[in-house]
C-alpha cells in the first residue's frame, strides 16, 4: 500500500510502453524490477528485522526510476507527443495522491503531521510534532543520570528521540544500539557482554522490538533474570528500564 501512490508514474510509462507495442518485451521486466527492488528487496526486509522505522519516505524509490526511464522513453518514442502527455500526465497525478498518502497516519505515520500543519495552518506544536521529543525526556534522564560505567542496550528503530535527548557523553558511551558490531551478541547473553540495563517500549506499541522479541514477557516483568528499574508508562510507548541480573542470561 504504501508504495502505490509513488507507482503512479511508473504505470504511465508502462502505458508508453503499451500504446507503441513495446509492453511485451524484456525491457518491461527490467524496469517493474528497478522499481521494486528497493521497496520490496530493501525496506520490507529491513522492517521485518526492525531496523527500518518503515516511513512512507523510504518507499519513494520509484520516482526515481520513472524520472530517468520516462525520459528514456519519450527519447526512443516514435509518437513523441502522446508519450510525452502519459508521463507527465504520470507525474500530474502523483502529486495529490502522494498529498493524501502522506496526510493518511496510516500510511504516513511520521509524514502526515507535516503535512497537516501545512494544509490547517496549525504550527507544529498543535499538530503535536515536537512532542516525540518532550515525550522522552523522563527516559533520557533517567539515563542520563545513571552511573558513569552503566550500559543500556535498546533497539535503536524504536530509540531514536532518546538518542537525541540524552547527554552526548551518555549517547557515547552508555548506550547500546542495534547498529553497534557487539549488539547481536549482547542480545543472546546482556551480562556477559557488560550490558547493564534493557530500555524497552511496550510490545503492544513496538511488536518488531528486538529485545522484547528475544525475552517475551520482558516489558511486562514477566521474564527472569531482569529487575525493574524504572516505569515510565506515561511516555507514548510505554517505556521500561530493566537492570540486567548477574544470572539474567
Known sequence: MRT????????????????EGRLLRINTATLLAVALVVPFGLILLQLYQGSSF????????????????????????????????????????????????????????????PVRSVWT????????????????????????A?????LV???SSNAWTVAATVRPETLKRNILFTSDLRFQDALVSPAEH?????????????????LNNEYPGLWEGNH????????????GVGWRLYRVDAAGD
Do not use: C, H
Open 4 to 19: 502505490l501512490p509513488f507507482l503512479i508514474p511508473v504505470f504511465f510509462v508502462l502505458l508508453v510502453r503499451l500504446a
Open 54 to 113: 518503515g516511513w512512507l519516505r523510504y518507499f519513494m524509490y520509484p520516482l526515481f526510476v520513472a524520472a530517468g526511464w520516462g525520459l528514456y522513453e519519450i527519447g526512443i518514442s516514435r509518437r513523441r507527443k502522446l508519450a510525452t502527455g502519459l508521463v507527465f500526465a504520470g507525474w500530474i497525478l502523483v502529486i495529490p495522491a502522494s498529498i493524501v498518502a502522506m496526510a493518511d497516519p496510516q500510511l504516513g505515520q511520521n509524514e502526515y503531521q
Open 121 to 144: 495552518g496549525e504550527s507544529a506544536r498543535d499538530v503535536g510534532y515536537p512532542l516525540y521529543f518532550e515525550d522522552v525526556k523522563p527516559v533520557s534522564a533517567a539515563i542520563d
Open 146 to 150: 545513571l552511573e558513569d560505567d552503566a
Open 153 to 155: 542496550m535498546v533497539d
Open 194 to 210: 557488560g550490558v547493564d540495563y534493557l530500555l524497552v517500549p511496550n510490545p503492544d506499541f513496538a511488536p518488531q522490538d528486538l
Open 224 to 235: 527472569p533474570g531482569f529487575t525493574l528499574a524504572e516505569s515510565f508508562d506515561q511516555t
